[in-house]
């Protein structure tokens, strides 16, 4: 069984998956526009994100923005989870999301992990990057 993280943006959702797509490497970048859509099912005439996803070795990250004229609610009480093979990756990878945005739990050896830490970053995502210790 797979979940896919799919995360709603209002009007940074290009900026953002962009971002990740860096800090996580990804190699499969799609982003579809709003404008793009068949003019008949009546979508609005918008620049900005529809659908977008990255994907890197078999997981995926989903989101868009939210349509013109709908309510934007922002992000609360979910994370993206992400886990390494080393401490280096995931501690990289903190510090990058960390990035003009906000460490919630410092990035350190914890009793679980040999590394973990939470942060929000600069577009209101929330992520919890840990080491799988089982891969190493």
Known sequence: MTFIPYVYFDGTSED???????VFDA???V???FSE?????G????????????EKDG??????DTAPGMPYQPQASVSVAHQTKTVEDARTRFDRLCEGGVAIMPFEKQ????????CKDKYGTH?????????T
């Open 16 to 22: 953002a998956m962009d971002f990740y797509a860096a």
């Open 27 to 29: 190699d499969d970048v």
């Open 31 to 33: 982003k579809m526009r």
């Open 37 to 41: 859509a068949p003019q008949e099912i």
């Open 43 to 54: 979508m609005p005439h918008s620049d900005k994100i529809m659908y977008s996803h990255i």
């Open 59 to 64: 997981w995926k990250l989903m989101s868009n």
């Open 111 to 118: 009793f679980f992990s040999a590394g973990f830490g939470m």
């Open 127 to 135: 992520w919890m990057i840990m080491v799988d210790d089982a891969a």
